[in-house]
């Protein structure tokens, strides 16, 4: 099982920015699968899930900024960030089942 995250980078606050991560080697379309973070100094932190049918569910922090999405047929997930803050720079990296992405570091400045 291989994910394969990108699309991170550097941007302003109120800025957006995508991250996308592709799965192989897993039934992609059967399973939930989701976002997590980690900022500096802090333990990693679930972000958003969605479901195989297709229901997300997302962190109180970035509720209404952040829209989670997969395309089943590329076996891919991703990640839309808009009004992005300066908290919310970390890694992040995707998980399906026990597998998790090598992460991808987004970084929002003042």
């Known amino acids: 099982v291989q994910l394969q995250a990108s699309g991170g980078g550097s941007v302003q606050a109120g800025e957006s920015l995508r991250v996308s991560c592709k799965a192989s080697?897993?039934?992609?379309?059967?399973?939930?699968v989701g976002w997590y973070r980690q900022g500096p100094g802090n333990q990693r932190e679930w972000v958003a899930t969605?479901?195989?049918?297709?229901?997300?569910t997302y962190a109180d922090s970035v509720k209404g900024r952040f829209t989670i999405a997969r395309d089943n047929a590329r076996r891919t997930m991703y990640l839309q960030m808009n009004s992005l803050k300066p908290e919310d720079t970390a890694v992040y990296y995707c998980?399906?089942?026990?597998?998790w992405g090598q992460g991808t570091l987004v970084t929002v400045s003042s």
């Open positions: 998980k399906v089942r026990e597998y």
């Open positions: 080697g897993i039934n992609f379309r059967l399973l939930d």
């Open positions: 969605i479901a195989s049918g297709g229901t997300t």
